[in-house]
């Protein structure tokens, strides 16, 4: 059975939650065991599964503080959805290998999501607004 738009809703927004409380364990438990994990532009390139996704976040975490998503559009099909957000927060760390300096900092996000038949995330393609990210956070 297809899911719903409420039920990706539900999902995406529970992945948001977990990311705006740095909770890489619940961010982790809404993939799918075998998740393909593709942050573009990362310098892995696409990771497999649960553990393969963990550094990622790990390192996110550590880099970007207070977070918080704002979700300006989503379109839905047969199992997947792409979300069209603003990320905005700080940049205390190295964020994308850029000095943050604990500055203020906010970016687009773009999501394509695809979603196992029990709801969990089985694809997440992440595309993130790079050129925002350095005027920001200029590197003297």
């Known amino acids: 059975m297809a899911l719903s738009q409420e039920q990706m809703d539900a999902k995406m927004d529970a992945h948001f939650g977990f990311e705006a409380r740095d909770d890489v364990e619940g961010v982790l438990a809404t993939l799918t065991h075998e998740v393909e994990h593709d942050i573009v532009g990362w310098p892995t390139g696409p990771t497999h599964g649960r553990e393969g996704a963990r550094p990622f976040y790990e390192t996110l975490f550590g880099d970007l503080a207070d977070g918080r998503i704002e979700t300006k559009k989503r379109l839905y099909g047969d199992g997947f959805m792409v979300d069209d957000s603003f990320w905005r927060g700080r940049a205390v760390g190295m964020p994308f290998g850029l000095q943050g300096r604990d500055r203020p900092l906010e970016f687009r996000l773009l999501h394509v999501v695809e979603f196992a038949p029990d709801g969990?995330?089985?694809?997440?393609?992440?595309?993130?607004d790079l050129a925002a990210i350095m005027r920001q956070l200029p590197q003297d």
Do not use: Q
């Open 120 to 128: 969990d995330i089985s694809r997440e393609n992440v595309w993130l």
